[in-house]
């Protein structure tokens, strides 16, 4: 490589902003207390910036720099735009309560771009390197993120689970890394691609190292039986941070499986598929069923995420375009769902209270009827009831699933409509838990008349984020072909 | 067997046995000093694996700078190891059971024929004179480059996270503001209480009037 070769311009948001975060960082510096709103503008404003140079480098196939590390395809450009979009809700949603609980200083912001930029790196990685850096640049924003109040014993114990099984999950990546380097001999994804169907690569190990692959990626996700960090992460953590730990990192946490898994790993598929079926189906048993028994709501919601990230895998483990495309559109409609779900909760949120049980949502009909409807369409929205986004991102993923051919992995022979009656009747069992809160917010009395304070931004972007649900679900075709034609695009250049 | 393989064996026992001291030694200096011990070895496996940049490296900053930093923090908190190692000993036979099995099935697989771990026939030796500090500067400052620079960003971010954690406003804190002080109002120093008087009984009454009688 010489350096006329190194063509920047793919990679022109990252580095756009890394060098706003470190901008921020020294700025952050001299702005006294009492205007750190200079500080969160400044945020924000990077974040559009970036989708706005994501947007205009946008090119409809698979570009690669940096020798073959930073690949910038069009699904990688869909996430990465979700992603700042996440991020942009995530940091206006979450203003007015880290204001009131003493976390509104520069640092919070700089992490939540240094888990942005890790995300992206994630996303546009197509080498186990620069994929592994760019998850630990995650993982490390978040970790300092979850523990930020410092004065919270919650927090910080919700920190260090996450940090040490964190610590364990990657050892696992790597070690998966380290075989299949040793298979193939390379850490280039799509040498290991092409080296897969070589005669003389060894199966055997490549097949030793998937299992580990597989178990840092299912902890990643918080996939059954890698799930007991979700729970407590997601009530112990500050709200702010658990929305975001709930929405932009599923992205990149999908976009991450399906670089390792599809296209790295693709000639694999018969044997992942295996490990996933049975990944899929344990996570939307115990999720959907641990749920039911939670009465705080950020638990119930945690448990609901662990099945959610069941039938998105449910998507991937079709193994075809189909396949990943509609575990993309689900992917996407969940992140929207799980940011307005956290929205509401922190709009009810003030200084001194957390809206963190499923009772604090009593009568919220009587104190606000445009929040529980919100709230209404979220729930329906997870549950998976037409005419919302959710029913038809559980509808495509359940079609790709049941085009399949027939199934056999010796745990498991039979036709895939078994898996696909399974996840809905599991799904079934998910709609007692969304719509006791709607039943709690529309027939219950309410506890308190505090009044609900939000900031006219927060209430606009909440409306537009919710309604959004409804939008997607009446009209999904846009987004679904965009989907597909992504996941063809990135998918043909290997 | 040759030399190399014998060296292998001896490093590979110290190694295994300090990392199980590591976790199992009761005082955290000496836990620490394990772990020295097993850097230092680790060193040495890659010595024979010609990495000899990397294996100097590795003893210079792990061995030099980064335990001998852990064992002061160690030395200077006062650990107090019985109440962190509570319910140690009642986890490790279950947890040693799920370890040696796991360790069992991986050996099982690892060491099968079908795996043909005999075909990774160990790499040539390099020339003596093949430099190892070149190669890596050529490999990590071109091919590697993006890597690289991730690499910065993530100990720029670990500096940050550390920072936010721990540098706060702390209320033991001894900074005072000049402001505060100039604005300080009297009343703000003393607080006047107003309660009603109270006389205490004397004890001795008798001997006091004895006194005055005579």
Not at chain 1, 58 to 77: I, L, N, Q
Not at chain 2, 8 to 28: D, E, G, H, M
Not at chain 2, 37 to 66: K, P, R
Not at chain 2, 97 to 110: K, N, P
Request: hydrophobic share 60%; proline share 3%; with cysteine.
């Amino acid at each position: 490589m010489n350096w006329a070769d190194l063509n920047l311009m793919p990679a022109l948001p990252e580095l756009f902003l890394l060098g706003a975060l470190s901008f921020i960082l020294v700025f952050d510096l001299f702005v006294p207390d009492e205007k750190r709103g200079v500080t969160y503008v400044l945020s924000l404003l990077t974040v559009a910036l970036c989708a706005v140079l994501q947007v205009a480098t946008f090119e409809p196939f698979a570009v690669t720099t940096f020798s073959g590390m930073f690949v910038d395809d069009p699904v990688a450009d869909i996430i990465k735009v979700a992603m700042y979009g996440a991020t942009a809700a995530t940091l206006v949603y979450s203003r007015q309560y880290v204001a009131d609980n003493g976390m509104f200083r520069g640092e919070y912001f700089t992490l939540s771009l240094f888990a942005l930029l890790g995300m992206n790196v994630m996303v546009s990685s197509a080498n186990f390197v620069t994929l592994y850096i760019g998850l630990e640049l995650l993982s490390l924003a978040l970790y300092a993120l979850i523990a930020l109040k410092r004065d919270s014993a919650a927090g910080t114990e919700a920190a260090m689970k996450y940090f040490v099984l964190g610590a364990l999950a990657s050892g696992m990546l790597l070690y998966g890394m380290s075989m299949v380097y040793g298979a193939t001999g390379s850490l280039d994804i799509h040498v290991i691609a092409t080296g897969i169907s070589r005669p003389e690569t060894n199966i055997v190990l490549l097949v030793f190292g998937l299992v580990f692959l597989v178990a840092g990626l299912a902890f990643k996700l918080g996939a059954v039986p890698f799930h007991m960090w979700v729970p407590d992460v997601y009530q112990g953590a500050p709200l702010a941070v658990t929305l975001m730990l709930g929405a932009a990192p599923k992205l990149a946490a999908f976009v991450f499986v399906i670089r390792i898994l599809a296209q790295g790993l693709g000639e694999l598929a018969a044997q992942w598929q295996g490990m996933l079926v049975l990944i899929a189906a344990l996570s939307m048993l115990i999720g959907n069923l641990a749920a039911v028994a939670q009465t705080n709501i950020r638990r119930m919601l945690a448990y609901s995420t662990i099945s959610h990230m069941g039938f998105l895998l449910l998507g991937v483990l079709a193994g075809n375009e189909q396949g990943y495309a509609s575990a993309m559109f689900y992917a996407l409609t969940y992140v929207l769902m799980s940011l307005a779900a956290f929205g509401v909760l922190l709009a009810l949120s003030r200084a001194g209270f957390e809206c963190d049980k499923v009772d604090d949502l009593k009568g919220l009909n009587a104190r606000s009827s445009w929040y529980a409807f919100l709230m209404l369409l979220v729930m329906f929205s997870m549950a998976g009831i037409p005419p919302l986004a959710g029913f038809y991102a559980k509808f495509a993923v359940l079609r790709a699933v049941v085009d399949l051919p027939v199934l056999d992995f010796g745990f498991f022979a039979g036709s895939p409509v078994y898996l696909a009656v399974f996840a809905v009747l599991m799904s079934l069992v998910g709609a007692f838990y969304y719509l006791r809160v709607v039943k709690v917010m529309y027939f219950d009395g309410s506890q308190t008349d505090a009044p609900i304070v939000v900031r006219g931004d927060m209430k606009l972007l909440l409306s537009v984020n919710a309604l959004a649900l409804l939008v997607i679900g009446l009209l999904p075709e846009r987004l679904v072909e965009l989907c597909i034609d992504a996941m063809r695009q990135s998918l043909a250049s290997f | 067997m040759s030399f190399t393989m014998i060296v292998f064996y001896v490093l590979s026992a110290i190694l295994l046995f300090s990392a199980f001291r590591v976790i199992t030694a009761k005082n955290p200096v000496h836990a620490a000093l394990w772990l020295v011990l097993a850097f230092f070895t680790s060193a040495g496996h890659w010595l024979l694996l010609e990495a000899e940049f990397l294996a100097i490296s590795l003893v210079l900053v792990y061995v030099g700078a980064v335990m001998v930093l852990f064992l002061f923090v160690v030395m200077m908190l006062d650990i107090n190891v019985e109440q962190l190692r509570e319910g140690f000993w009642r986890h490790f036979p279950l947890a040693a059971t799920v370890g040696l099995i796991m360790a069992a099935e991986m050996a099982l697989i690892l060491a099968a024929p079908e795996t043909r771990l005999a075909d990774y026939a160990p790499a040539a030796p390099l020339a003596a004179d093949a430099s190892n500090v070149k190669q890596l500067g050529l490999e990590i400052y071109t091919t590697y480059l993006m890597p690289f620079e991730l690499a910065a960003v993530l100990l720029l971010l670990a500096i940050v996270a550390a920072i936010a954690l721990t540098q706060r406003e702390r209320k033991d804190g001894k900074y005072v503001d000049p402001a505060r002080q100039v604005e300080v109002k009297a009343a703000d120093r003393v607080r006047v209480v107003k309660m009603d008087a109270v006389r205490e009984e004397a004890p001795q009454t008798e001997a006091a009037d004895a006194a005055q009688s005579q």
